[in-house]
């Protein structure tokens, strides 16, 4: 069975202190992302993108927008030898404006409707694979359909990591960005491999 690392994408894979990212020129990734999802690449693991893009619900931008910033996102990341499998969109909201995505929803996470999906399509293996993000919804979202979870503090991770003390559901791991992410997990499968000789 496969193993997938799930990212967010803002505060995971790029900033996101402006807010709404609704054009590809504000799209910015984090510094060593490219060279991190190539590390996790050569650990043999697929990557899944899975975005709340209510944006989209709520009239910013539309779904040609989000392409071409996708685009660009997947440019900038194969320039440093990283390759990215699947993107999951949930472009719904309920105070949204724009039908048909005005509602709640079960693939917005921490619902988990999108991997529920993905997992009929691809049968992956939930025990070798993590969700990575910064938020509190990204935890849940991979603890809901027990992956390992892996909280970044970039983005909004660090307000994340303050509520997180306090959560019935925490982070299996904490680290500082996605590149030490990519390190964290190979030691963890480094760790396996010599429980099992």
């Given at each position: 069975?496969?193993?997938?690392?799930?990212?967010?994408?803002?505060?995971?894979?790029n900033a996101d202190e402006s807010g709404y990212i609704s054009s590809p020129e504000d799209f910015n990734?984090?510094?060593?992302?490219?060279?991190?999802?190539?590390?996790?690449?050569?650990?043999?693991?697929?990557?899944?993108?899975?975005?709340?893009?209510?944006?989209?619900?709520?009239?910013?931008?539309?779904?040609?927008?989000?392409?071409?910033?996708?685009?660009?996102?997947?440019?900038?990341?194969?320039?440093?030898?990283?390759?990215?499998?699947?993107?999951?969109?949930?472009?719904?909201?309920?105070?949204?404006?724009?039908?048909?995505?005005?509602?709640?929803?079960?693939?917005?996470?921490?619902?988990?409707?999108?991997?529920?999906?993905?997992?009929?399509?691809?049968?992956?293996?939930?025990?070798k694979s993590f969700m990575i993000g910064d938020k509190q919804s990204d935890i849940e979202f991979g603890?809901?359909?027990?992956?390992?979870?892996?909280?970044?503090?970039?983005?909004?991770?660090?307000?994340?990591?303050?509520?997180?003390?306090?959560?019935?559901?925490?982070?299996?791991?904490?680290?500082?960005?996605?590149?030490?992410?990519?390190?964290?997990?190979?030691?963890?499968?480094?760790?396996?491999?010599?429980?099992?000789?």
């Amino acid at each position: 069975m496969e193993k997938i690392i799930f990212l967010d994408r803002d505060g995971t894979i790029n900033a996101d202190e402006s807010g709404y990212i609704s054009s590809p020129e504000d799209f910015n990734l984090y510094p060593n992302v490219g060279k991190a999802i190539h590390n996790f690449n050569k650990l043999g693991y697929k990557i899944v993108v899975v975005t709340n893009q209510s944006g989209i619900a709520r009239g910013y931008y539309g779904f040609k927008e989000l392409e071409l910033i996708h685009e660009k996102m997947i440019r900038l990341i194969e320039a440093d030898g990283g390759v990215i499998e699947d993107i999951l969109i949930a472009p719904y909201h309920k105070d949204g404006v724009i039908e048909p995505y005005n509602i709640e929803h079960e693939d917005r996470k921490p619902c988990t409707g999108l991997l529920k999906t993905y997992y009929k399509k691809c049968n992956f293996s939930t025990s070798k694979s993590f969700m990575i993000g910064d938020k509190q919804s990204d935890i849940e979202f991979g603890f809901n359909f027990n992956l390992k979870t892996i909280l970044v503090l970039t983005g909004n991770g660090k307000n994340t990591f303050e509520k997180n003390l306090n959560s019935d559901i925490k982070a299996d791991f904490i680290v500082k960005d996605l590149l030490s992410a990519a390190k964290l997990i190979e030691n963890i499968d480094k760790n396996k491999k010599g429980d099992s000789k």
